[in-house]
C-alpha cells in the first residue's frame, strides 16, 4: 500500500505560476518502478488527465496544458512535481497525484491508477 500527499495547493491570482508536489512513500517503494499522473476537477466538471510521467520518465501533457506546465520527478527524494503557469479559470481546481506501477516500460499514461492522493486545493483569488 502506498501513501500518497499532495502539497503546495493554495490561493492563486491568474496569471501566477504555482508548484505542487506529491511525495510518495511505501515499504520497498522505488518511484522510477511507477508512472505518476496528475489530475484536476474543477468545481462542476469531469476529473481530467493534465500530466504523468512514465516508469521510463517520459513526460505526456494535455493539450490545454501543454508548455505550461512541467512535470518532473525527484527519485532520491520520491517526489513527483507540477510546475504550472496558471491561466485559465478550469484551473482553479482540486489537483490529484495518483500511481500505477505497469507490468512493461511504457511512454504514454496508463489509463488506470492503484492509488490516489487525496488532493491539492488550487483557489483562484480576484
Known amino acids: 500500500q502506498l501513501q500518497l500527499v499532495e502539497s503546495g495547493g493554495g490561493l492563486v491570482q491568474p496569471g501566477e505560476s504555482l508548484r505542487l508536489s506529491c511525495a510518495a512513500s511505501g515499504y520497498g517503494f522505488t518511484l522510477d518502478d511507477y508512472a505518476i499522473t496528475w489530475f484536476r476537477q474543477a468545481p462542476g466538471k469531469e476529473r481530467k488527465e493534465i500530466a504523468c510521467?512514465?516508469?521510463?520518465?517520459?513526460?505526456n501533457y494535455a493539450d490545454p496544458v501543454k508548455g505550461r506546465f512541467t512535470i518532473s520527478r525527484d527519485s532520491a527524494k520520491n517526489t513527483v512535481s507540477l510546475q504550472m503557469d496558471l491561466q485559465k479559470p478550469e484551473e482553479t481546481a482540486v489537483y490529484y497525484c495518483a500511481v500505477v506501477q505497469p507490468s512493461w516500460p511504457r511512454r504514454n499514461c496508463p489509463l488506470e491508477y492503484d492509488y490516489w492522493g487525496q488532493g491539492a486545493q488550487v483557489t483562484g483569488s480576484s
Open positions: 510521467i512514465t516508469n521510463v520518465g517520459s513526460t
